[in-house]
């Protein structure tokens, strides 16, 4: 076997590319000699990058020109005690980040909402998107696209679904920009995010409108799908799971767990969430739901990078008097596009693995799918209590001290 010190010498001298070294070593001894290499060329230590605790192999399917791991705390919060169409019951929640007082305060957020009984949760709508753009003569020629695939949603649907066991075509929608045709493909796909599934599906549909219309393919994604961007299209039709989280407070909790009242958090709520985020031009309307969303999404396996459509969350705060006259508080969030799986991607890597196993939700659910949504449920509840604590700091004035307390 060839050492890592040889292997570096020769990316050195130009004898080998940085991406051959699998060709020439397992994968553990290709890391090694690429950190070799990038020690030598930069002057650093990656003495902590190369602790590792898996096999670099497990990795192959995830990453390119891998040196290690990056290595992020992660702790629980929980129980989470939901009542959802796919989640039921307590769970504990694993979080990853480096943000000091988050899982103290989603906690707290959730110390409140089980000592009302606990969140109801449900997905209310399911399907990876896929956008691919066409390029026509005209508007004759994307009126006669149009109506050919409204009129042959089963063809493309067999077209699609021929290249996965899992995956099920919901829905095909078309939009004109003159001479640009958009067909907006969403899916089920299952216990998976989805999104390679959709691509490849997609490609084969795009073949048939191809041969079928004049339409002519420009790009397999056209950004209407949309992936990985602030995206008005997504914050009203939903992309992955649409899920919404509610809890009803006794006001007289509400005092007691978070200092303050049902009506001073439902102003808060009004005044921060929903007009200030008007004001902002903002496409989310929460207070920092994306941060028990990301923490989430780190922590499981999930792409990282679709934690800025959870942005798209709005959350609502109500307060509701009672025959007694006592106020109670209403809380809701309701997450558009929640992308998340519990089979393939990030979530078969053995850290995130694990995590899923704290949630009993690791691999593909009965029925499939089920597993998926249990997750987005259980976040929803996590992003939920993440806002009335927050919330509740604030109508409180009670942020910075919090923050002061924690030494964060």
Known sequence: MTAPEELAERVRDGDLRIHELEDHADHDTAAEARRLFVERETGTDLEAIGDYAFPAERADPNIENMIGAAQVPMGVVGP?????????????????????????????GLGVIRDAGGADARVTKNGMTRAPVFRVAGVAEAAETVEWVENNVEALRTAAESTTSHGELLDVEPYVVGDSVFLRFAYDTKDAMGMNMATIATGEACDLVEAETPASLVALSGNLCSDKKPAAINAVEGRGRSVTADVLLPGELVEDRLHTTADA???????????????AGSLGFNAHAANVVGAAFLATGQDEAQVVEAANTITTMDARERDDGTTDLYA????????????????????????????GL?????????????????????????????????????LASAHEDLGR
């Open 332 to 359: 809701s969030v309701s997450l558009a596009s929640l992308e998340v799986g519990t089979v393939g991607g990030g979530t078969k890597l053995p850290t995130q693995a694990e995590a899923l196993d704290v949630l």
């Open 362 to 398: 690791r691999g593909g659910g009965d029925p499939p799918g089920s597993n998926a949504d249990a997750l987005a449920e259980i976040i929803a509840v996590g992003a939920l209590a993440g806002e009335l604590s927050l919330l509740g700091a604030l109508s409180s004035r009670h």
């Open 265 to 279: 958090i439902a102003e808060a709520n009004t005044r921060k969430n929903l007009i200030g985020s008007a004001k």
């Open 80 to 108: 989470v005690t939901v009542s959802g169409g796919a989640a039921d019951g307590d769970h504990y929640l694993p979080l990853a980040t480096t943000e000091g007082a988050l899982l103290a305060s989603v906690n707290r």
